[in-house]
């Protein structure tokens, strides 16, 4: 079963950027989309971005305009950029692959707290 770490959380100033990554045991080319969800204290997980192996890619309305999901199938990485962080983008953020419908991995999450 293909493994995923992510890692790149910590704490950071509103306004700030962070970039979490998501790094596959295996080939992300298996997979036919990975995404990242979050989950906050008390809250329902939610998709935050997602793409595909053609590279297409969705985002949450939410972050729509201040976060990027990328790439890079040489590493076997996927990555979250994260700009013009809000307080309400706290959250555990967990890397997923899927075939097709069906998920194939979860990652164990990273800790993003965007504070001042």
């Known amino acids: 079963q293909v493994q995923l770490v992510e890692s790149g959380g910590g704490l950071v100033q509103p306004g700030g950027s962070l970039r979490l990554s998501c790094a596959a045991s295996?080939?992300?080319?298996?997979?036919?989309?990975m995404g990242w969800y979050r989950q906050a204290p008390g809250k329902q997980r939610e998709l935050v971005a997602a793409?595909?192996?053609?590279?297409?890619?969705n985002y949450a309305d939410s972050v729509k305009g201040r976060f990027t999901i990328s790439r890079d199938n040489a590493k076997n990485t996927v990555y979250l950029q994260m700009s013009s962080l809000k307080p309400e983008d706290t959250a555990v953020y967990s890397c997923?692959?899927?075939?097709?419908?069906?998920?194939?991995?979860w990652g164990q999450g990273t800790q993003v707290t965007v504070s001042s």
């Open positions: 997923n692959a899927k075939r097709g419908p069906l998920t194939i991995s």
């Open positions: 295996g080939s992300i080319f298996s997979f036919s989309s």
């Open positions: 793409i595909t192996i053609g590279g297409s890619t």
